[in-house]
């Protein structure tokens, strides 16, 4: 009679159970559950790929659109108008700007359109469609 041989049983991971298999079992037992009721349990992840996903969420380290359209605020609007505005974020593909005048604020309006197509030539900026302006 042959034996079979396992390969290091010890490596493998256990079985694991359900989360209401456990909560029976240490029930029957009397033991409390380690976890808190509400807790799921997921897959173990490095921490290598969940600092890059926060990276690219974040763009740390990366030229966000905003960041962009900072840099190149002055060439967009020209340097009076800059002077008393500032690109505030970018979001839902509408860019909102604070202006610090009434008159900057009005003439920012009235040149939305050709604001918003210079805007859309830069890297990474493709998406902006709208200025949304506003008073600070």
Request: hydrophobic share 40%; net charge positive; with cysteine.
């Amino acid at each position: 009679m042959k034996r079979k041989i396992i390969a290091n049983p010890v490596a493998e991971e256990p079985h694991r159970f359900s989360k209401l298999a456990e909560e029976l079992v240490g029930d029957l037992r009397g033991v409390a559950p380690d976890d808190p009721p509400r807790s799921k349990r997921r897959a173990t992840q490095s921490l290598a790929t969940i600092v890059e996903q926060l990276m690219v969420q974040h763009q740390i380290g990366r030229a966000s659109p905003e960041q962009v359209i900072r840099d190149h605020w002055t060439e967009l609007v020209g340097a009076a108008n800059a002077a008393y505005s500032h690109a505030a974020r970018l979001e839902r593909s509408k860019l909102t700007v604070f202006a610090a005048h009434s008159v900057v604020r009005n003439e920012l309006f009235l040149n939305r359109e050709e604001i918003v197509t210079r805007i859309r030539k830069l890297p990474g900026c493709e998406t902006v469609k709208a200025l949304n302006l506003r008073a600070g």
